[in-house]
């Protein structure tokens, strides 16, 4: 385990798993319609890749960065797009794939976005949700994991940058942004 956490939540195991059952359950669900994955960068970015890899149905992907939190660790609220889709997604079945859902409020700001572009449908899968500190009645289609108010990195969640690369998803040590 990497020294600056306090333990390991979800290993690569577990992960794994949970991600092929999501697969399924999205191939499934959208058998004959026209998928559009769109990873949230960056944090989607591991989920995102894993996940396309358990669907087997047509799909195409693109990407989107937003920012909504800066180097603190609580949502300001205040999303900023970093980068905009390749592609117009005019009559597209739209799946957003995010790490993790907590206020609700990166979220709800990206869905009325893609909502004024003539989309076909639109669901959400994030890896994590933090029930807790729902702010917005965003409602997430597909949860990976709920996990507890604690500050997670790994598997594509930073703090400050750090940390995605872990291939699990763990607690990181107060005094680290404290
Ligand atoms: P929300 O707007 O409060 O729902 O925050 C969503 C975004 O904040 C996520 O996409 C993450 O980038 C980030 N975030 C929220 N909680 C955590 C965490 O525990 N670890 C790392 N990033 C987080
Ligand atoms: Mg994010």
């Known amino acids: 385990m990497h020294n600056d956490l306090k333990k390991i ?14 697969g399924k359950e999205i191939s499934k669900d959208y058998k004959g319609k026209d998928l559009l994955v769109i990873c949230v960068l960056k944090g989607g970015v591991l989920f ?3 996940l396309v890899q358990n669907i087997d149905i047509p799909l195409e992907m693109d990407f989107m960065a937003v920012s909504s939190y800066g180097n603190s660790t609580h949502s300001s609220g205040v999303v900023r797009i970093i980068k905009d889709l390749d592609a117009s997604i005019e ?3 739209l799946l957003i794939v995010e790490d993790i859902v907590d ?15 003539g989309i076909k449908s639109i669901k959400v899968c994030s890896l994590l949700e933090k029930p807790e500190n729902k702010v917005s009645n965003v409602n997430v289609d597909y949860i990976g994991f709920q ?15 750090k940390y995605r690369n872990l291939p699990y ?6 005094d680290i942004y404290k």
């Open 9 to 22: 939540l979800i290993d690569k195991d577990k992960l794994q798993n949970r991600i092929m059952e999501l």
């Open 48 to 50: 995102m890749s894993d």
């Open 91 to 93: 009559n597209k079945d």
């Open 103 to 117: 206020s609700g409020l990166t979220l709800s700001y990206l869905m009325d976005l893609l909502k004024s572009r």
């Open 147 to 161: 996990v507890p108010d604690e500050f997670v990195v790994g598997y594509g969640l930073d703090y400050a940058q």
């Open 169 to 174: 998803i763990g607690v990181l040590k107060e």
